[in-house]
């Protein structure tokens, strides 16, 4: 046991952080889980094609943020394959594919690391970025860009397996024949490696065409690095692509996008006509320098943000200095190093990979630099921690102990710098449940009040337990009306927004509302009596009580009818279970 214990442990210790990883991202999952206002129009959708046939699944996906543009549907696709799994709608089961694409994306992390650096040096990125807190905070909710880390990091995978030779092993020459002419075995040897390149190349195409549809700039980026990849490439790529392979990477990449094509010919090119749209909408109104600037100070701060979890509560120019100035240029300046000085071509492509992914993103962020959230970087997530392994080897290589001890020291910084970033944020949400809360560490969305699934699960236990009428009228802000009418009807509760309410309708009222705020949302409040108050944590439910003539202040909410082409409409038929 001593001697397995002392040979293996170096892959016990990963293991460790990858369980804690794990325990990161799945603790309290379904109570802390964001449940918004995209989360439930999201679930609504998959609802439908659940309970009435996938002929309900629709042909595009959500909007890309700011523009009428849609994405590709397949965020869709895989929320529904869950819901078919699992039988269940519930707003946890919707985000299982963020939640199980997060985790996946460490292990990939590491044999895509592995393409260039050692096992052992693999072993220490993919253990930072294990515990990243950005990475935890996007797996652990459902949304379109989530699951951008993994899918990216496939396809670069898959990118350098099609340009590299498969590892001739004993074990494969084992199986040709001593005797065997030596043009057999180059025949053997060559089919092998056809096979294992078409697979990487459907996988490529696959990861290519998902990642492509999960976020409006991977359809921007993802292209362009590509094309810089194979034109540098172009003298040795005849030994690894033909135009068959080519063939199958596009075909495998229009089979993803067969319903973005399809949704063209109905709607007569609608969705085109607002990519074109978004294309001219992006840039601000701001200079060409001012968004330079702005972008270089927002790299530089989420990236002192993955590596550390730091917060910066004002401009964030400190961090964004120390990230430019010791973490991206002279990682940027060692990979160029690498890269002029590295013979062996698998090794020297992953460092063009890197170099390629940085700038690319980079320039594609200018014009939106002013629009930049942290989601931005979930397409770049692993890259970061790339860049400090050239600089973490360059350093240790170093014969002096001090350059070692300067390493450990930086490397150590990371790893409980993300811990104990997630254990405040954790924190936060946990005293949510209790009290009033202002939360600092929630950087997914601009308002941070702090409600989770929990709070709205609590409420619904609550007026279940409370109103005993057909009907339940409910006002809230528009950042939880949809959310609080999504979780009543999974209580069996006949949940509407209290403007349908005419006056003559029996039912019950209630108002949801910050407890810090100490009111709620409602026009015309005052046609309303307050009976009641019931507290859970960061949440607030009153119920109220209308007043003779208060169902004439009342218009009626206006359902949007939705312009979305269903798989349904394609068949003419409805394809219910």
């Known amino acids: 046991m001593k001697d ?26 379904s109570d802390w889980l964001f449940f918004k206002m995209d989360q439930a129009r999201d679930a609504m959708l998959i609802r439908d094609a659940f309970e009435k046939g996938p002929g309900w699944l629709p ?35 919707m985000a299982f594919p963020d939640l199980l694409f997060g985790i996946l994306s460490i292990p990939l992390f590491y044999i895509f690391a592995k393409k260039y650096f050692s096992r052992d040096w693999s072993l ?18 459902a949304w379109n860009p989530n699951s951008l880390s993994f899918f990216n990091l496939l396809y670069f995978y898959s990118l350098l397996n099609v340009f590299d030779s498969p590892r001739t092993t004993e074990s494969r020459q084992g199986l040709l024949n001593k005797n065997t002419a030596a043009s057999s075995e180059e025949s053997v040897v060559r089919g092998k490696k056809i096979k294992y390149r078409l697979r990487w190349v459907i996988l490529a195409g696959a990861s290519f065409a998902v990642s492509t549809q999960l976020h409006f700039l991977s359809f921007l980026t993802l292209p362009v690095i590509t094309a810089i990849f194979l034109w540098k490439n172009r003298k040795d790529a005849g030994k690894f692509l033909d135009w068959k392979k080519a063939v199958i990477f596009v075909f495998v990449v229009l089979l993803f996008y067969l319903p973005v094509f399809l949704n063209e010919v109905i709607s007569k090119g609608e969705n085109t006509r607002e990519f074109i ?14 968004n330079v600037k702005r972008d270089i100070r927002y790299f530089g701060q989420n990236w002192f943000l993955i ?10 120019i400190k961090g964004a200095i120390v990230s430019w100035l010791g973490a991206i240029l002279p990682a940027l300046f060692f990979g160029f190093k690498f890269y002029r000085r590295e013979e062996n071509s698998g ?23 002013y629009q930049i959230r942290p ?24 014969r002096r102990i001090f350059w070692k001890i300067c390493v450990v020291l930086a490397l150590s910084i990371m790893f409980f710098g993300n811990l104990t970033g997630t254990y405040f944020w954790f924190k936060e949400i946990r005293s949510s449940q209790k009290r009033v809360v202002y939360p600092k560490r929630t950087i997914i969305l601009k308002a941070q009040d702090g409600i989770v699934l929990w709070h709205l699960e609590k409420a619904s236990e609550y007026i279940k337990r409370d109103c005993d009428k057909p009907l339940i009228f409910i006002s809230a802000s528009s950042e939880y009306k949809s959310p609080a009418k999504y979780v009543l009807a999974l209580a069996n509760l006949n949940a509407v927004s209290i403007k349908n309410y005419d006056g ?21 409040k005052e046609k309303f009596d307050i009976l009641s108050q019931n507290k859970f944590g960061a949440l607030t439910v009153y119920k109220i009580n209308p007043k003779e003539d208060a169902g004439a202040f009342f218009a009626g909410e206006k359902e949007e009818k939705s312009k979305r082409i269903f798989w349904k409409d394609i068949f003419g038929i409805s394809l219910e279970k």
């Open 4 to 29: 397995f214990l002392k040979k293996n442990y170096k892959e016990i210790i990963f293991f460790f952080v990858l369980g804690l990883a794990v325990f990161l991202r799945v603790w309290h999952f």
């Open 59 to 93: 042909l595009l996906g959500p909007k890309a943020g700011g523009t009428e543009l849609n994405v590709g549907p397949v965020f869709y696709y895989f929320q529904y394959l869950a819901a078919a799994i699992f039988q269940s709608t519930h707003p946890a089961v």
């Open 124 to 141: 220490v990125l993919a253990g930072l970025y294990s515990v990243c807190f950005l990475g935890v905070q996007y797996s652990r909710f």
């Open 277 to 290: 749209s978004a294309l001219k909408e992006k840039p601000s109104a701001h200079s060409f320098w001012q």
């Open 307 to 316: 590596l550390t979890s730091w917060i910066s509560r004002k401009t964030g």
């Open 347 to 369: 090794r020297k492509n992953f460092i063009l990979v890197s170099l390629l992914w940085f700038p690319v993103y980079f320039l594609a962020y200018i014009p939106i630099a």
């Open 375 to 398: 989601r931005f970087f979930l397409p770049l997530l692993a890259l970061p921690f790339i860049f400090v392994g050239y600089l973490a080897v360059f350093f240790w290589e170093k």
């Open 504 to 524: 003559g309708q029996d039912g019950c009222f209630y108002a949801f509302g910050l407890t810090r705020s100490k009111n709620f949302s409602l026009k015309n």
